[in-house]
């Protein structure tokens, strides 16, 4: 089992900042990325930014330029640095981690519960 807990989500003005932060605990061998999605309720989740182990971190263009997605490797966490933040980007943030139990497993995928962020004045 592995747990991912988030934190940092809230209220902000149009144009602030927050930052987020997923820590995962349990059972890894390794992690193959970290990264955040989100969700605005009757749409469907989408990606806000993954880190790939080894390969740049990918990011949905509608956050390029204002979001920076980071990882700490000794702690298992990923954080996601917002800036300029919009109303359109008020959804729930969930935390993805696809990771593996031992050397030789699969990779698995694991979500955290997820975050609120609400974008207004």
């Known amino acids: 089992q592995v747990q991912l807990v988030e934190s940092g989500g809230g209220l902000v003005q149009p144009g602030g900042s927050l930052r987020l932060s997923c820590a995962a605990s349990?059972?890894?061998?390794?992690?193959?990325?970290m990264g955040w999605y989100r969700q605005v309720e009757g749409k469907e989740r989408e990606l806000v930014a993954e880190?790939?182990?080894?390969?740049?971190?990918r990011y949905a263009d509608f956050v390029k330029g204002r979001f920076t997605a980071s990882r700490d490797y000794a702690k298992n966490t990923v954080y996601l640095q917002m800036n300029s933040l919009k109303p359109e980007d008020t959804a729930v943030y969930y935390c993805?981690?696809?990771?593996?139990?031992?050397?030789?497993?699969?990779?698995?995928?694991?979500w955290g519960q997820g975050t609120l962020v609400t974008v207004s004045s």
């Open positions: 880190n790939t182990r080894g390969a740049r971190t």
């Open positions: 993805n981690v696809v990771y593996r139990r031992t050397s030789w497993s699969d990779p698995l995928d694991a």
């Open positions: 349990g059972t890894i061998y390794s992690i193959d990325a």
